[in-house]
Structures are given as C-alpha cells and as structure tokens.
C-alpha cells in the first residue's frame, strides 16, 4: 500500500491506496499546533497534536486500530509545494533531495517547510519506509524559457526571480486521466479557492497563469490574480510588506470584489457586487485562456477541474461562451485527484528501483 501525505500549515491529509491505485481511506489532523481534530472516512473525534509529529502519530494509530499498520506500507509519497529549477519530475526523498527542497523555501516559505516537517516526522517513525516526493511546480518545468524568464537583469533571474506555475500534480493527473484520447492542444482550467490555467500540447505544458508564486493569473477566491508590479508596491507602501501579502492573498479576489470567496454563496446571490464578482472571474480566466491558446498555437478541446470548475456549470458555460470565437470545441470535465497522481509517482519510482 503507498500512504501519500499533504501537510499543510495547521493540517496534516492522508489517503491510502493499493497497489491498484484504488483508494483505501483518507484521513486527516486539522488544528495543528491546539486543539484539533482527527478525522477518517467513518469517524472524528477531537485530539492534541501540538506539532506535525504529534499529528502523524495520530493518523499512524488511526490506521492501525483500521488494520492498516506500518508493516503493510510499501512507501509514502508526498506533495511538495515547490521543487525550483532543479526538481523537475517526481523523486525518492534522499538526504541531497532533501537538501534542494530546503534550498526552496525562499520560493514557498509558507508550503515548504511543512511539508519537510511531515517527510521528516515519518522518516523517525519509520526509518526503513521509503518516502517519493512529486512537485507542483514540476509539471510545467517543460515551459520554454522565454515563457518563464521575466524581464529582469540576468542577476535577478540567477536568483531564482521567473515564473515557475502551480497545480501541476492537477495538471499530470488530467494527461493521465485522459490516457490516448489526450487532445494534442488542450486548454485546461484548475478552478478552485486557487485557480489557475494551463496550455497542454502534446500532454506537455508549455504555458501557464501563475508565476513566480501561486498569486498571479486568474481572479481567485481569497488571492488578487494579476496586478501591475507598481500597484503592488504602493500596497506595500502604505500597508507594508506583510500587510500588502495579506491583501493580496487573503483579501482580494473574489473575497475582496464581493465579500467572500464561496463560489456557490456568490452564485446564489443576485446582488450587484456578487454578479460583477462572478463577471469577473470568468471574464479574467477567458481573457488569460486566450492568450495560452497563442502558446500551444491553436486549441482542440477544453477541461475543467477543481472545486469550481467541476461543481460550478454556470461558470462553466459563462467561461466557454466568452471563448466561443475560437469555435465549436469539445469541454470536458475532469475530477481532480492529485493524490492518486502521487501515488502513481510513488509507485512507478518504487517499482523503477
């Protein structure tokens, strides 16, 4: 059995499956670091878990009392935020991998060592287990330079300064989901809290909306999307670096057109701010959906996932009407499953080795 692990900030998700690929149990701690709570498929009940460690103990005995014990484990595999330049495909978590994800949290200081606090906390309770990591950055390492290099002078762009794109665990799940029906030039939607755009050729990204950090592109439920660089400074100048981020990650988007980021709440109203709000979520994902055809140079079909763009018809047909210039082309709907993509990884690595 692979267990795969996404550790969160203040949560830590689980989810089990076979050598299949068939999902056994999900699991999860939330409320890390107080009171918090421990939740399977069949059950929850408050816990302590004061730290990452203390959270794993608790799925690991949760497992357990399930009949699913640490003997039975064949691997774990992790989602890792943010890989870089140099983690570009899945890979067995060892001592220098590890060093590069650390060398990353400049890249994800709010991702990264979270997810390193997990890996870490099972490699002590389970030394021999082997541990795979895939990147949500790494899907898109296959983007021309000229589509990830910003406009910098080259010591900036040495540093690390150039778009890298996210969602792309979503992305490799998608191409495999489609298997040999994958259209060759697919525009493909991740709509969710985070949301973003991805121009598939050949079951290969060449083009996405986010950038340096998942900020950028499409309007979001709680994050800004695009914004001039110079507007953003005086945010920060008036409001301060960390008050600037919060802005723009926490209070923007959807949230800041119209109150909130529920996209089922926004829909059910019929007030001026919530119907602009919607206006402009859709309108922004066609606007940065037509540019991405101009990369893979025309499109076949379109795809949708995510908890909005699988949920969500009206957006749906409000997205595809404002692209109907590109003419008749088939939509498809795709349930996003990131952590079966993880296990895939996990298990193709384990079985290569």
């Not at 990452?52 to 399930?66: F, K, N």
């Not at 895939?134 to 021309?144: L, P, R, V």
């Not at 939607?189 to 079951?203: D, P, Q, V, W, Y």
Request: glycine share 12%; net charge negative.
């Amino acid at each position: 059995m692979i267990l795969i692990v996404n550790a969160g900030s203040s949560s830590i998700k689980i989810e089990l499956f076979d050598a299949d690929l068939a999902s056994l149990l999900t699991g999860a701690v939330a409320g890390i670091g107080g009171a918090g709570t421990l939740a399977f498929d069949d059950a929850s009940e408050p816990v302590e878990a004061p730290d990452h460690g203390a959270a794993l103990d608790r799925l690991l005995a949760g497992l357990a009392r399930r009949g699913f014990g640490a003997p039975d484990l064949a691997a774990a595999g992790h989602r890792i935020v943010h890989g870089g330049a140099a983690l570009t495909a899945p890979a067995r978590l060892t001592r220098a991998v590890l060093a590069e994800i650390e060398g990353c949290i400049p890249l994800a200081p709010l991702h990264n060592p979270h997810n390193l606090a997990a890996i870490r906390a099972l490699a002590e309770r389970a030394p021999s287990l082997p541990q795979f990591g895939s990147f949500d950055t790494g899907f898109h390492a296959t983007n021309a330079e000229v589509e990830t290099a910003y406009a910098l002078p080259r010591a900036l762009r040495a540093q690390g300064i150039r778009r890298y794109g996210f969602h792309g665990l979503s992305y490799a799940g998608m191409v495999e989901g489609f298997g040999a029906d994958l259209p060759d030039r697919l525009l493909a939607f991740h709509l969710g809290g985070g949301a973003s755009l991805c121009a598939i050729r050949k079951g290969a990204s060449v083009a996405t909306s986010m950038g340096y950090s998942p900020l950028d592109g499409l309007t979001m439920a709680t994050r800004s999307g695009a914004i001039d660089a110079m507007a953003v400074l005086r945010l920060a100048e008036d409001n301060g670096i960390d008050g600037a981020a919060r802005l723009l990650n926490r209070d923007s988007g959807l949230k800041g057109l119209a109150g909130t980021g529920d996209m089922e709440a926004l829909l059910g109203r019929d007030d001026p701010e919530a119907r602009f709000a919607v206006a402009h979520f859709c309108y922004w994902a066609a606007r940065h959906g037509a540019s991405a055809v101009a990369a893979m140079g025309g499109v076949d079909a379109l795809a949708f996932t995510g908890g909005i763009g699988e949920n969500a018809p009206a957006i749906r047909d409000r997205i595809t009407t404002h692209l109907a210039f590109l003419g008749p082309l088939p939509v498809h709907v795709v349930p996003a499953d990131e952590e079966r993509q993880i296990a895939r990884d996990a298990l193709r690595l384990l079985r290569a080795s």
